[in-house]
């Protein structure tokens, strides 16, 4: 079974901008979920897909927002970057939580 | 919601030695897994363990549910079991929001 993937792996964005992040769930996952880890910080929750539905959000601005389509896969999107966003991005699928997570490589965005 | 709260932050110890790491949480859990993030930062999934114990070579886990802690135990340990781990909870009520501890940072000294 192939795991998660998550692309760009690096990202180096100017503040203002706007940028998308992908990720490609576990075969047979369909709950997607996205973190945010800062240096030296626990990662953070910031929203998750179930369905292609937003099924909880963490405490994180409407410009971070997301999709899920059809085959799970899913997308976050960040608009008008700030410096404070730089950090690891990672996503998470699922088949229900309870079940156990399991977690991609991260995509490390760099906002100068 | 839920805390999670990890002991120690840091632990270095020498090659060979055997650690336990702590992870207190503040809920009753319907899940809590430990993860071990590799330097390029990927979370890897160590044990599913919300409760009861579990053995995987030279690691094992053990979750107390009803007193609301979890250890891992490294054995032996070796200079590639470095680096930062996480446990995180799901609670039983609420959103499907893993919720992670600050992480204990290990390093193993040659």
């Known amino acids: 079974e192939t795991g998660v993937t998550q692309s760009p792996t690096h990202l180096i964005k100017t503040r203002g901008q706007q940028v998308t992040l992908r990720c490609s769930s576990q075969s047979g996952h369909n709950t997607v979920s996205w973190y945010q880890q800062a240096l030296g910080q626990g990662p953070q929750f910031i929203f998750q897909y179930y369905r292609e539905e937003e099924n909880g959000r963490g405490n994180f601005p409407p410009r971070f927002s997301g999709l899920q389509f059809p085959n799970y896969s899913s997308e976050l999107n960040v608009n008008a970057l700030e410096l404070d966003d730089s950090a690891l991005y990672l996503c998470?699928?699922?088949?229900?939580?309870?079940?156990?997570?399991?977690f991609g490589s991260g995509t490390r965005l760099t906002v100068v | 919601g839920i805390q999670v709260e990890q002991s120690p932050p840091d632990l270095i110890l020498q090659e060979g030695a055997n650690s336990t790491l702590r992870c207190n949480f503040s809920d009753s859990v319907n899940n809590l897994q430990w993860f071990h993030q590799n330097p390029w930062g990927q979370l890897i999934n160590l044990f599913y363990i919300p409760s009861g114990t579990k053995q995987n070579g030279r690691l094992s886990a053990t979750t107390v549910a009803t007193e609301r802690y979890s250890l891992l135990y490294i054995s032996s340990s070796q200079t590639t079991d470095s680096g930062v781990y996480f446990c995180g909870t799901l609670p039983n009520f609420g959103n499907e929001k893993l919720t992670f501890g600050t992480g204990t940072r290990l390093t193993i000294i040659p």
């Open positions: 998470a699928s699922s088949l229900g939580g309870a079940r156990g997570y399991t």
